[in-house]
């Protein structure tokens, strides 16, 4: 019994499984025939879809040779239409992708002209900056260029910027944050100290590197070395003095009322290191080699400098009111001072006191005149007594300058005899120099200039070498210039003008310079944020570009890719 119902049970399920399928043949059927019919009357075949459910019924349908032969039609001419959609979208999507690849060219080659015309333009920018005096400058905006594709003409104008900065021995550059006030090079040119507008007195070494500082609360406005590098000292507008020991590896501090203008240190170490220190308010502090306080001098109102003269028994002190000479020992004992002397004039300022190896001397600019202050055999300031030296002849041609004097400056002439040699500055862009106790051939005084040079801009500053025999000229033409002073024992002055000659231009302006003491090296500052060490003895012209953008980017500063941007054209 149980047996049959399990047959009944199974059977019912065979044919209704039969019947399914059974109803989906013949649904397949008349949808064939209809297709069929269609296909006859209107050339209509059948679609995707319909071939789709036809397929799983195909082979268990004996459909007619004309109905089979219509169905597959229908097949091919539907993969036929898929082919040539298939072949129409990768049509298209070469054409694109052809396209696509075409612009991509064009803007890398729209690109690559950009960059091209901004290296020729960063090219051009670096000759200006050049031009203008701004080495440094130029070799950061070759930099930026040389990092671009390479453009018409724009080689050419790199390899001259390159050349011009190698030429004139640019070596190195001492970076600072805010504008350099002063500088000097310690005794053995081995330490460059710098007073900075942010307050704090540096020491670099050579490399570059700062080994040593002190932080004011106000502008550094003066730093002095003293002869044996024992110390360093820096003065403040806050009134600070600060001595830097080396020995004891310490700081001594000073703290006055007035801002600080001027360190002197005695060039004379018999007595010790002697320094003195000018404030705004015409005090003079001195301290004595124990860095002990042992002068208190007042110049009074309207201050303008103080100075040693060269013997270190002496202290100067120029104000507006005059120009007094004070022996040493009688003020470091507070004596009254009975050895003064005075010249009561009214005074403009003041420049750096020399010495001819018989008496000390001092340039002033009067009310009316510039002359040559000294002091004779009796300890008196003179101007027009000395005829035997020349002085005399120098002050009377002074004189017919009137206030036209922009500067002068003191230095030696190492000839056949020390020299003092003397520059003068004029206002009209011309410079003379004139060598004090210089003969000619009949042992008489000579009484005219060494030599004079005009210069299409007005000068900005000039110094001489410690050697004496060359010479540096700053001006606003953006260039200064080293000159070789080749011979100035000639007696006529034409002849000695024609031996003096140019011997390097350096791609700078420059307010202030100080040679090395083997005249090789030259430091230039010009109120901006850098000292430059040039080394204008420099002969290697043969390096190749990439040695000398090598080297130019261990030592200079490096420009980041905003300032680049400030100096290039958008």
């Known amino acids: 019994m149980q047996y049959e119902v399990a047959h009944d049970r199974l059977a019912n399920i065979i044919f209704d499984k039969t019947s399914v399928e ?47 032969a219509f169905i597959e039609k229908s097949h091919l001419t539907l993969q036929a239409a898929a082919r040539r959609r298939r072949n129409i979208a990768i049509s298209i999507t070469l054409t694109i992708l052809a396209f696509a690849i075409v612009a991509a060219i064009q803007w890398y080659n729209a690109a690559q002209s950009t960059k091209r015309q901004m290296r020729m333009r960063l090219a051009l920018q670096a000759e200006n900056a050049i031009d203008a005096g701004q080495p440094s400058l130029a070799f950061r905006l ?20 390159l050349d011009r900065i190698w030429a004139a021995g640019l070596q190195h550059e001492y970076v600072h944050p805010d504008t350099v ?22 020491v670099w070494n050579l490399a570059g590197e700062v080994v040593d500082s ?22 403040s507008a806050d009134g600070t003095l600060a001595i830097r020991l ?30 003195a220190v000018l404030s705004s308010s015409g005090f003079v502090l001195g301290l004595n080699a124990k860095f002990e306080q042992q002068l208190e001098w007042n110049l009074g109102e309207s201050p303008i400098r103080i100075d040693y003269d060269p013997r270190g028994q002496r202290l100067f002190g120029v104000s507006r009111d005059g120009v007094r000479a004070e ?47 000294y002091l004779n055999q009796q300890n008196e300031l003179e101007r027009d007594r000395d005829t035997v030296n020349g002085y005399a002849h120098l002050n009377t041609h002074l004189s017919g300058y009137g206030d036209n004097i922009e500067s002068v400056n ?58 004496g025999k060359f010479f540096f000229t700053s001006s606003a033409t953006n260039e200064s210039e080293i000159w070789g002073l080749t011979n100035l024992d000639l007696a006529n002055t034409r002849e000695r003008e024609q031996n003096f ?59 980041s890719d905003k300032e680049v941007a400030t100096y290039s054209i958008q």
């Open 214 to 235: 002190f932080t004011h609360k106000a502008r550094v406005t003066d730093v002095a070395f003293d002869e044996k590098q024992q110390f360093w000292a820096s003065a």
């Open 410 to 467: 003191f230095g030696t002439i190492q000839n056949l005899n020390t020299y003092l040699a003397v520059i003068m500055i004029r206002k009209d862009s011309i410079c003379k120099s004139w060598s004090a106790r210089r003969r000619d051939k009949n042992g008489r005084a000579m009484k005219e200039m060494d030599f004079t040079v005009t210069l299409r801009q007005p000068f900005h500053y000039a110094c001489y070498s410690p050697s």
């Open 142 to 161: 070759i930099e930026s260029a040389l990092n671009l594709p390479m453009a018409a003409n724009s080689e050419e104008s790199i390899n001259r910027v």
């Open 246 to 275: 080396f020995e004891k590896d310490t700081f001594i501090t000073f703290q006055q009322d007035a801002a600080l203008r001027q360190i002197i240190i005695n060039p004379n170490t018999t007595f010790g290191n002697e320094l």
């Open 181 to 202: 006030l002063d500088f000097e090079l310690s005794p053995n040119d081995s330490l460059l100290l710098t007073a900075c507008a942010d307050g704090i007195a540096r």
């Open 327 to 373: 022996r040493l020992p009688r003020l470091f004992r507070k004596e009254s001072p009975k050895d003064s002397t005075f010249w009561p004039e009214s005074i403009k300022t003041a420049k750096t006191i020399r010495t001819d190896l018989q008496r000390t001397n001092i340039f002033v600019i009067g009310q009316d005149s510039s002359y040559i202050l």
């Open 501 to 559: 000659k140019i011997r390097d231009v350096l791609p700078v302006k420059a307010h202030s310079a100080q040679f090395s003491k083997d005249d090789h090296y030259l430091f230039t500052a010009a109120n901006r944020h850098t000292v430059k060490r040039w080394y204008w003895h420099f002969e290697d012209k043969n390096a190749t570009q990439a040695e000398k953008v090598n080297f130019f980017k261990k030592h200079l500063r490096f420009l």
């Open 22 to 68: 059974s109803k989906a043949r013949r649904k397949v059927e008349k949808l064939v025939e209809r297709a069929f019919e269609r296909f006859q009357n209107k050339g209509i075949l059948l679609t995707q879809d319909d071939i789709d459910e036809i397929k799983p019924h195909k082979e268990n349908i004996d459909f007619p040779h004309e109905i089979r």
